[in-house]
């Protein structure tokens, strides 16, 4: 199993961006299918970005055009860049894998994924 570790989470003020890395270790993730997701409390976790063995993407409705996934199958890391932050941005986000059989195919349930990070906090201020 693969192991995943989040990082570049903060405290920043609407409208400045981050950008959030997953490290994994244990595999290499050229054939793994990635996701990002985000949770408050008292919220499920929610779907943000996911993306394929060869970076083909989706994103929820309400980031469409601010965020961005990639990843960097060489350094075994991918990437959330955040622009344009809202308050209702600030969450708890986790990355996720999952072992794929296809080369295009991207996952948007949580059920849909083997391993889990244990999160990085975004806080975004009014």
């Known amino acids: 199993q693969v192991q995943l570790v989040e990082s570049g989470g903060g405290l920043v003020q609407a409208g400045a961006s981050l950008r959030l890395s997953c490290a994994a270790s244990g595999r290499t993730i050229g054939t793994y299918a990635m996701g990002w997701f985000r949770q408050t409390p008292g919220k499920e976790r929610e779907f943000v970005a996911a993306i394929s063995w060869t970076s083909n993407t989706l994103y929820v409705d309400s980031v469409k055009g601010r965020f961005t996934m990639s990843r960097d199958n060489a350094r075994n890391t991918v990437y959330l860049q955040m622009n344009s932050l809202k308050p209702e941005d600030t969450a708890v986000y986790y990355c996720?894998?999952?072992?794929?059989?296809?080369?295009?195919?991207?996952?948007?349930?949580?059920?849909?994924?083997?391993?889990w990070g244990q999160g990085t906090q975004v806080t975004v201020s009014s």
């Open positions: 996720a894998a999952r072992r794929a059989g296809s080369t295009y195919l991207v996952y948007s349930q949580d059920s849909d994924y083997d391993s």
